[in-house]
């Protein structure tokens, strides 16, 4: 197979005429297959933006063709390998998975296809029931503990902007993920797409399907149903405890992924008692910061800020400052808005989500500071978790103990001012916000961190520090507080136990967290531990 690479087009040329670029190159040969490999946008250029491509394609006596190819840009590669699960039947203990976010949905598709039919308990709703309950969280402030923007069929990607980017390498595991998120209704562009997103509006649809795909295989799904308790005899796990509504039962076990979500900590608390092993990790908290989108989209897009063929923009934002600290946007939403996103009674968290169009009036990207154990005031496993509920609390307190969030204009910020009313950006947050100080929130290194941050980053993204734009607190979730001990089997020192995706501390977003799902399920069946 030949790979084409830094093909460059107008953006005002459409993506078909990426084949009439190759059939040139290749002197009109014909191809047995293309493939479109990655678009990604460079306007760097003031006065012109381009589309640069990657492209696959196969011809015969390929070795023979390449070296009379006039382009600096192509290689000769071998075909990525898919991903092979072989089937192994059901065994006497179906494989039983807690959680159905990505992790939690990818490993239950990846056995129901070897035919081990397992069962998965979600603590929260169907994604319909749940993006009910969400909405009568955000209408009437009237917060769902099992069923929320943490909780519930997806996860929490399902409400957010469904990037699809991520840090991992590319191989059969991820390609695996983007093919069945395509077979479930996801936009064949993912596949290609430099920063592919989702929304949450097509996340709906897509884990709905997912589920049934994984149902028609004989897997099951219970809904509304919560890990309460572990059975364990001699080191080994034997069963769990679920709480349904009609009361405790005992489910017989001898695999149990744990895919949980950074936001469990319930259940965090409950692992603890029970010895699982596990140690308080580094992660981040700060703000929602929130900008009209044309002030972004001309500070990137420079004279092409309306040009329809590049939507809307988008930032990644880093700054390592004097002090030691470090900060950095993270979940960028385009064209979104800010949520509630509370798994608790009396907290307040944010988050962002957009929809697929990305075309709301406002930009929104949690502005966050890096801490770590040393940080939260003990040693304790569970630390971490603690300093995030202590904020989330005042964040209650400041935002009117209402779910109301509390909210400053960045200019006040900088001046550490009490903001009193909004400027030119009217504030997207969900559940209103209330005008006030968010230093209220915060240690003062976070906030002094945030301040310097701000002046940082606005020399590398012209308008980050405008006057007006809105920052809401607290954003508190951006990854899990805990690690998990696992080995290289993916199972924890309790036999039967297997740690994954966010919660688990071993992944970052929804391609991670899936493949990670993936690869313990496959350890599973590896190992014959059914």
């Excluded at 949450?200 to 997912?210: F, G, P, R, S, W």
């Excluded at 907290?347 to 009036?361: F, L, P």
């Excluded at 200019?411 to 209103?432: H, I």
């Amino acid at each position: 197979m030949l790979r084409f690479s830094n093909i460059k087009l107008s953006i005002d040329e459409k993506t078909e005429a990426v084949q009439e670029v190759i059939r040139k190159l290749i002197g009109n040969r014909e191809w047995k297959s293309f493939r479109l490999v990655k678009k990604a946008l460079d306007a760097r250029n003031r006065n012109q933006a381009y589309f640069i491509y990657t492209v696959d394609i196969e011809l015969p006596e390929e070795e023979k063709i390449l070296p009379q190819i006039e382009w600096n840009s192509v290689e000769l590669i071998s075909p990525e390998p898919e991903l092979n699960i072989k089937f192994h039947g059901a065994p006497k203990n179906r494989p039983l998975i807690i959680g159905s976010g990505p992790a939690g949905m990818f490993a239950g598709l990846a056995l129901a296809e070897a035919g081990c039919k397992p069962l998965i308990i979600e603590r929260g709703e169907d994604v319909k029931k749940r993006t009910s309950s969400v909405q009568k969280f955000w209408n009437k402030g009237l917060l769902n503990p099992q069923s929320n923007v943490q909780f519930g069929e997806g996860g929490a990607g399902t409400f957010s902007d469904g990037k699809l980017m991520s840090g991992i390498k590319k191989d059969s595991y991820t390609s695996k993920v983007f093919a069945e998120l395509v077979e479930a209704g996801a936009p064949e562009e993912i596949l290609y797409l430099a920063k592919p997103h989702l929304g949450t509006d097509k996340l709906a649809q897509i884990v709905a399907n997912i589920r049934k795909k994984i149902e028609s295989l004989g897997g099951e799904y219970r809904f509304n149903q919560k890990l309460e308790d572990l059975v364990i005899k001699d080191g080994k796990i034997v069963a769990v405890k679920v709480l349904s509504a009609e009361g405790e039962y005992e489910i017989p076990a001898e695999s149990v992924i744990l895919a949980i979500g950074h936001s469990a900590r319930d259940t965090f608390e409950m692992l603890h008692k029970r010895g699982v092993e596990m140690q308080s990790k580094p992660f981040s908290v700060g703000v929602r910061i929130e900008h009209p989108q044309e002030l972004i989209n001309k500070a990137l897009y420079h004279n092409f800020f309306k040009h329809p063929a590049i939507g809307a923009a988008d930032y990644k934002l880093s700054v390592h400052l004097p002090s030691g600290r470090s900060a950095y946007t993270f979940c960028m939403c385009p064209g979104g808005v800010v949520v509630a996103a509370a798994s608790e009674p009396e907290r307040v968290v944010t988050n962002g989500m957009s929809y697929y169009a990305r075309d709301k009036e406002n930009a929104n990207s949690a502005l966050l500071v890096g801490v770590n154990p040393t940080d939260f005031g003990s040693n304790h496993p569970l630390s971490g978790m603690y300093f995030q509920q202590e904020i989330e609390h005042k964040a209650y307190l400041a935002g009117g103990s209402n779910y109301s969030a509390p909210a400053q204009l960045c200019k006040d910020f900088l001046q550490k001012k009490t903001s009193f009313k909004e400027g030119n950006v009217k504030p997207s947050y969900t559940n209103g916000v209330k005008w006030g100080n968010l230093d209220e929130l915060f240690p003062f290194y976070i906030s002094n961190t945030l301040r310097e941050a701000i002046i940082e980053m606005d020399k590398k993204l012209h308008g980050f520090n405008y006057p007006d734009a809105i920052l809401t607190g607290a954003e508190t979730r951006s990854s899990s507080p805990v690690r998990f001990t696992r080995g290289e089997d993916n199972q924890s020192p309790l036999k039967g136990l297997y740690p994954c995706g966010e919660g688990a501390g071993y992944a970052g977003g929804i391609v991670s967290a899936a493949t990670d799902g993936l690869k313990t399920a496959l350890k599973i069946l590896d190992s014959n531990h059914l």
